[in-house]
């Protein structure tokens, strides 16, 4: 008969712990239905200031849960909305977005988020996509059912609570795709009817960042077109531009209309102010970089300022004639370009 009496208090301590509303080892387990009270840990007679101030902070958000409006057609216009207005200090603290599928989106590093939890039900949150989580902690363990998943390569936190009237935080350290570190600080509560289905992080530094590199991005290019373009014809279109010219081989060799084909131009035009002289392709390696001269309309030798771009003679003016010269003697070859 003594044998059996462990045995009859450990029945004893079952049945009790499964009672609603009873104390088992100085923890006031809730009632189930909607008349739920705020479970305590009791040290001594009463409860400690601690506890107060957690059940405070229990009530309080649970009457006032985290919530979001979205006013933007997407999330991405409203993360670079707010972003930008953040930026130009049109808003001092940037504020929670409204996802289209129940999502909270929080400002990584600009807030502390609330997820408000309810038993048998499972709220999510989402970490940044393509980062790595390596430690995660929570107040108490004991309390909360945690479970880490993958969406794709978007890590996810499952969180479910045992009781209502919970209240502690979780921080969650991860690693970046990039390799920043990332440490997320997460307050938790639970309540029996009110509960958060998804929590997200939007990131205004990666946004800035992203700007600044496309800012970059453009800048370079621009800068590349700028190396690139034979000159800035505001306004024009082909009819605005003068292809009355003529080339032919004029001198050199046996005859004077010997063979100039290796230095003739491709095509000859000008826009009222400078002449372009299009050169085939490849011509430093076909038959070398012919010597320009000009000359005005009584035939005297005239100076002129040019450069060579991309296959083009830039001339900054529009002579009557120009001479493009290579080689010398009965070897030389000379085109002669007249505006007719």
Not at 213 to 228: F, G, Y
Request: aromatic share 8%; with cysteine.
């Amino acid at each position: 008969m003594n044998a059996d009496k462990p045995l009859r208090k450990l029945a004893t301590l079952v049945v009790l712990s499964i009672l609603p509303g009873l104390a088992v080892a100085g923890v006031i387990v809730p009632k189930t239905g909607s008349d739920h009270q705020v479970p305590a840990i009791q040290s001594g007679p009463a409860a400690s200031g601690a506890d107060v101030n957690d059940a405070q902070t229990w009530r309080k958000i649970v009457a006032a849960p985290p919530s979001a409006k979205m006013s933007f057609r997407t999330r991405a216009d409203a993360e670079k909305s707010l972003t930008q207005a953040y930026a130009s200090g049109k808003l001092n603290n940037l504020p929670p977005i409204a996802g289209s599928d129940g999502t909270i989106l929080y400002p990584y590093g600009g807030s502390w988020p609330t997820v408000v939890a309810s038993p048998l039900h499972i709220s999510i949150v989402e970490l940044q996509a393509g980062c790595h989580p390596e430690q995660l902690d929570i107040g108490a363990p004991a309390e909360w059912i945690l479970h880490q998943a993958m969406a794709g390569n978007t890590p996810i936190l499952t969180i479910s609570p045992r009781f209502a009237g919970l209240h502690t935080n979780l921080m969650i350290t991860a690693t970046s795709k990039s390799g920043k570190p990332l440490i997320y600080y997460v307050n938790l509560v639970s309540d029996h009817s009110k509960y958060t289905p998804k929590v997200g992080f939007y990131y205004p530094q990666d946004i800035q960042s992203t700007w600044h590199l496309q800012t970059a991005s453009v800048q370079a290019a621009k800068a590349k077109a700028d190396a690139e373009t034979i000159a800035t014809l505001p306004n024009l279109n082909a009819a605005d531009l003068d292809f009355r010219w003529k080339t032919h081989c004029a001198g050199g060799g046996w005859f004077s209309d010997s063979a100039c084909g290796n230095i003739r131009p491709v095509r000859v035009f000008d826009d009222g102010t400078h002449t372009y002289i299009q050169m085939p392709s490849g011509q430093a390696s076909r038959g070398g970089m012919p010597t320009i001269m000009a000359e005005n309309s009584a035939g005297q030798p005239a100076i002129i300022n040019w450069q060579y771009r991309d296959h083009y003679f830039i001339v900054d003016s529009v002579p009557h004639q120009i001479l493009l010269l290579a080689g010398k003697g009965s070897a030389g070859k000379v085109v002669k370009i007249t505006h007719r």
